[in-house]
């Protein structure tokens, strides 16, 4: 028993390494540093280049926005005139700092999961910024999962922010896909589906750098896409709503009856833009294989259970780890993406990692396996956690302290149970936010 709590220990502690070694891989800082660079008087991305002497305005919005808008200073250092506007979780400048090497700066502290009034001063300060740009100017779209909160103006005068915030709730709980909701959300929005970009000068240059938070590749609804156009259609929102009939506030029904359409693929507003994806969850969980294989195990990946009901996708997973650890004893699973957690009853504190950690150690029980899941921007639901490490003991040890696993998850109170249990993984914000990552050993 000795030696089995030892084995675990050693997994244990190889886990949250390898986490934290590939979270610190993931930061915005290094991901630009790597494949953006200055050369001379130009900003080099992939294979195209973009002259930096004129007038240069930096859009940041999403979780990762301050860290990206930092990242672009080395880069812009010098260029100019220079103009930053953020929009993030927390503000880019605290008093007195020094804001070298922009000329101007709009700092707002958005709302999330829920735009606020910030959210929405910062969406009329870029459309107004975009629309005053000159001629000629370069609009650089830092763009990161999170910023569909964070920047938001409803469309028209007559819609308010809490107009849109109960539609989608409502549409929410009346089942309608989130992928379809993001349709409305896009033609319902003055900056979003493109909007943003096309309310530009026709002559500027845009580029668009990305942290995809989204499944599949769709960079279109990160953010909802504000720089990039938006391939969905009026009629998509009328057949999501004729699917899910729900009542709606007045001044969204009224406008559903003329609902102008969003800028499209091959719109001129999107001549002179470029789009370049930084990272996504996939290439987050490479990196993590990457570092697994230098610490001596034997990685493989399956991403099959993105998007499942997180006790589908735990029985997946746990099934899968058995099957290689027959084969190969330093054998470990990756698996990038999000579990879903319906909620049917009042809920306790936790979110999908957690829940999906805790059902993985009640599967477990008794074995010699590690699971670790966690939300790479370090925050899983309404907790203090970004995930959970539990292992073949962790409902054992529950059980010792009273504690019952079976219970916490009914009650969708994951958080409780594992911080007692120190298997809560506790890290703040990273800064990042590339979907979940997890591995299982």
């Known amino acids: 028993m000795y030696a089995r709590c030892m084995e675990l220990a050693a997994k244990r502690e190889l886990l949250r390494e390898l986490a934290l070694a590939v979270l610190a891989d993931l930061a915005p800082g290094r991901l630009i540093a790597a494949q953006c660079r200055r050369v001379g008087g130009e900003l080099h991305v992939d294979d195209r280049a973009w002259p930096l002497d004129r007038p240069i305005l930096v859009l940041a919005y999403g979780k990762a926005a301050v860290p990206m808008a930092r990242a672009m200073e080395p880069l812009l250092h010098g260029a100019g005139p220079l103009a930053l506007i953020v929009s993030a979780p927390e503000r880019f400048l605290a008093p007195g700092q020094n804001p070298a090497p922009w000329g101007a700066v709009q700092s707002f502290v958005g709302g999330h999961p829920e735009p606020n009034e910030a959210s929405v001063a910062a969406a009329h300060a870029m459309l107004a910024a975009v629309a005053a740009a000159p001629g000629g100017s370069l609009?650089?779209?830092?763009?990161?999962?999170?910023?569909?909160?964070?920047?938001?103006?409803?469309?028209?005068?007559?819609?308010?922010?809490?107009?849109?915030?109960?539609?989608?709730?409502?549409?929410?709980?009346?089942?309608?896909?989130?992928?379809?909701?993001?349709?409305?959300?896009?033609?319902?929005?003055?900056?979003?589906?493109?909007?943003?970009?096309?309310?530009?000068?026709?002559?500027?240059?845009?580029?668009?750098?990305?942290?995809?938070?989204?499944?599949?590749?769709?960079?279109?609804?990160?953010?909802?896409?504000?720089?990039?156009?938006?391939?969905?259609?009026?009629?998509?929102?009328?057949?999501?709503?004729?699917?899910?009939?729900?009542p709606l506030p007045p001044a969204i029904a009224r406008l559903l009856a003329h609902l102008p359409e969003t800028p499209k693929p091959g719109d001129p507003a999107f001549a002179r833009?470029?789009?370049?994806?930084?990272?996504?969850?996939?290439?987050?969980?490479?990196?993590?294989?990457?570092?697994?294989?230098?610490?001596?195990?034997?990685?493989?990946?399956?991403?099959?259970?993105?998007?499942?009901?997180?006790?589908?996708?735990?029985?997946?997973?746990?099934?899968?780890?058995?099957?290689?650890?027959?084969?190969?004893?330093?054998?470990?699973?990756i698996a990038a993406g999000e579990v879903?957690?319906?909620?049917?009853?009042?809920?306790?504190?936790?979110?999908?990692?957690?829940?999906?950690?805790?059902?993985?150690?009640?599967?477990?029980?008794?074995?010699?396996?590690?699971?670790?899941?966690?939300?790479?921007?370090?925050?899983?639901?309404?907790?203090?956690?970004?995930?959970?490490?539990?292992?073949?003991?962790?409902?054992?040890?529950?059980?010792?302290?009273?504690?019952?696993?079976a219970r916490a998850l009914a009650r969708f109170d994951a958080y409780p149970l594992l911080a007692a249990l120190r298997d809560s993984i506790e890290i703040g914000r990273t800064g990042t936010n590339l979907r979940d990552l997890r591995i299982l050993m």
């Not at 779209?141 to 469309?155: F, Q």
């Not at 896909?177 to 845009?206: M, T």
């Not at 998007?307 to 699973?333: F, H, M, N, S, T």
């Not at 699971?371 to 925050?379: A, M, R």
Request: hydrophobic share 45%.
């Open 273 to 333: 833009s470029a789009w370049h994806l930084l990272l996504d969850d996939r290439g987050a969980a490479a990196r993590l294989a990457a570092r697994a294989r230098d610490a001596g195990c034997v990685p493989t990946l399956d991403h099959a259970a993105d998007e499942w009901d997180y006790r589908a996708a735990a029985a997946y997973l746990v099934g899968r780890i058995r099957e290689l650890k027959r084969d190969q004893p330093r054998a470990c699973l």
């Open 139 to 246: 609009i650089v779209h830092l763009v990161s999962g999170g910023g569909s909160a964070l920047l938001e103006a409803p469309l028209r005068a007559e819609l308010s922010a809490a107009d849109l915030r109960a539609a989608y709730g409502a549409l929410v709980r009346n089942g309608a896909p989130i992928h379809e909701i993001n349709a409305l959300r896009k033609h319902l929005s003055a900056v979003k589906g493109g909007r943003l970009a096309a309310a530009a000068p026709a002559s500027a240059d845009q580029l668009s750098l990305i942290l995809s938070d989204v499944p599949g590749g769709d960079l279109s609804s990160v953010a909802s896409g504000p720089s990039l156009p938006d391939p969905s259609t009026v009629a998509d929102c009328r057949a999501m709503l004729a699917a899910h009939p729900t």
């Open 340 to 405: 879903r957690v319906a909620l049917n009853g009042p809920a306790g504190r936790g979110g999908r990692n957690q829940m999906f950690a805790l059902e993985c150690a009640r599967l477990i029980a008794g074995e010699p396996l590690c699971v670790l899941s966690l939300g790479t921007d370090g925050i899983d639901g309404d907790s203090p956690a970004a995930g959970a490490l539990v292992d073949g003991t962790t409902c054992a040890r529950a059980a010792a302290r009273g504690l019952d696993p």
